[in-house]
């Protein structure tokens, strides 16, 4: 605990840096290609069942995945988890936009933790030790218990929104958007991306119904 | 010929030092035109007897120039954190709560040590070094477009409200806060302060620096000065970005 604490405070800003660098990229643009993959559920059960076997079928799968997504998403994930220690919410005696998007955007982030730790091990882990096949029918099934389908509905969108909201603040972080006239604009781009985000997410869950 | 006196009310939260636990007392003061809550607190001093008849001690609170530049007066007034020398009676709901900040060690009743605010001055190097052994000349000049944006900055009276209203300055964070990171980019920004721009840079890039803010744009809203703090500290965020980038390349 002590050695973590110390490698947090002397390489406080690279590691805060990497922090944000992680939600977009590799973890923000996988969420975009996941949900647009996801979205050839649409064209019915063969399409995307032969979507999935392509994607099993890449070289360096294992590499791929932890690589790009397990790795990321602890980090991001458990490093968020120790920035939330200096939280002292106080939107409500402060309830300005800003300071809502704020508590949001950590509320969201545990929120969606759990979502993530819960289907990976459905869909991935689980399926792994039981050697279940992964296909359209494991999703349907799944889905077909409407607590979870609204978990899942719940899920992506703030998934989206963490990634979305996260976006503009990333672009803060980075000293993209400085004035607040930029970061105004930022925030209605973003919020764009985030409504298409659900959209697309949304309607591929509708799919498997 | 009995004129019925309007009063206003006054809820205070009392304590008698940080060890003690706090209370409420109510105060009814006889009403004034253009009185603001200083003026009330005099009153109360003159007079300490509660709203319902009772003898209390006087009011501690901290006050210095009464025209919203010192800082010294600022307390939490019916749950937003302000200066009360500018809190005008006819502006405020009743009844009027005064509480003191939070952020801050209690010293008594409304009065708090900001002594934190200070300390994180002169860890950030919020000054431009100009002595030496021997005379260092004219500086450069400023342009009027500087002088603009700093005018500005370097009107911050170290107030506390921006880092009262602050979800990430709390005891368990040691953030420097947006108005020692405001005054960074004040003296970055100045021709002469330039020179030691990248020290300052690594004052805040450590833990309790620029990393800890999480936007939540509380500062600029708060701020009596109107200071641009969330442009200063994205300003901050985009040279801290590029000196990292200079440190990981150019070493
Ligand atoms: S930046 Fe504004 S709110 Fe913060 S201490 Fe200075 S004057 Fe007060």
């Known amino acids: 605990m002590r050695a973590v604490k110390k490698w947090l405070q002397e390489n406080n800003f690279f590691i805060r840096k990497l922090h944000s660098l992680s939600g977009v990229v590799p973890l923000g643009a996988f969420l975009i290609e996941h949900l647009i ?31 790009f997504i397990f790795i990321p998403i602890l980090f991001h994930a458990l490093l968020g988890f120790v920035f939330l220690w200096a939280w002292s919410d106080n939107s409500a005696r402060y309830p300005y936009g800003r300071n809502w998007m704020y508590t949001l955007q950590r509320a969201s982030g545990m929120i969606v ?38 978990f899942y509905v719940l899920g992506i969108t703030l998934t989206v929104f963490h990634f979305a909201n996260g976006l503009w603040g990333f672009c803060v972080h980075w000293g993209i958007t400085v004035g607040p006239r930029a970061q105004k604009l930022s925030g209605f781009l973003f919020l764009a991306l985030g409504l298409v985000l659900v959209y697309i997410g949304l309607d591929a869950l509708w799919a498997f119904r | 010929m009995t004129e019925i006196q309007k009063t206003v009310r006054f809820k205070i939260k009392r304590q008698k030092d940080s060890e003690t636990q706090p209370h409420w007392e109510e105060f009814d003061i006889p009403y004034r035109a253009g009185m603001n809550v200083i003026t009330a607190l005099w009153d109360i001093a003159k007079n300490p ?17 009464l025209e919203e530049v010192c800082g010294a007066c600022t307390m939490v007034i019916n749950g937003k954190v302000r200066q009360s020398c500018t809190a005008l009676i006819d502006h405020l709901s009743q009844p009027i709560t005064l509480e003191p900040m939070t952020k801050f060690p209690l010293v008594r009743d409304l009065r708090v040590n900001r002594q934190r605010m200070f300390d994180a001055l002169k860890r950030v190097k919020a000054w431009i070094p100009i002595d030496g052994t021997y005379d260092l000349g004219e500086g450069p000049k400023l342009s009027a477009q500087e002088q603009q944006i700093g005018y500005v900055l370097s009107k911050c009276m170290t107030c506390g409200c921006c880092v009262e209203a602050c979800p990430q300055y709390n005891d368990r964070s040691e953030f420097v806060g947006a108005a020692a990171l405001s005054q960074v980019r004040l003296f970055n920004l100045h021709p002469t302060g330039k020179m030691q721009k ?5 004052t805040i890039m450590g833990s309790g620096g620029i990393e800890d803010c999480g936007n939540s ?8 000065k109107e200071i641009p703090l969330t442009t200063s500290i994205a300003e ?14 150019q070493k």
């Not at chain 1, 050839?40 to 995945?65: C, D, H, M, R, T």
């Not at chain 2, 319902?52 to 210095?64: I, L």
């Open chain 1, 37 to 67: 993959t996801n979205s050839f559920a649409k064209f019915g059960p063969e399409v995307y069942n032969q979507k999935i076997e392509w994607f099993q079928s890449l070289p360096y799968l294992y590499a791929l995945e932890y690589g």
């Open chain 1, 113 to 150: 933790f759990v979502f993530i730790a819960y289907h990976v091990w459905e869909f991935r882990f689980e399926t792994q030790l039981t050697g279940a096949p992964v296909n359209f029918d494991l999703v349907a099934n799944s889905l077909s218990n409407p607590l979870i389908f609204y």
């Open chain 2, 49 to 65: 007897v509660t709203a319902n008849g009772q003898k209390t001690t006087q009011v501690a609170w901290d006050a210095s120039c």
């Open chain 2, 198 to 202: 990248e020290e300052r840079l690594e």
């Open chain 2, 217 to 224: 744009q509380n500062c600029v809203e708060v701020c009596p």
């Open chain 2, 236 to 249: 901050l965020n985009r040279q801290t970005t590029l000196y990292g980038f200079k440190k990981i390349f």
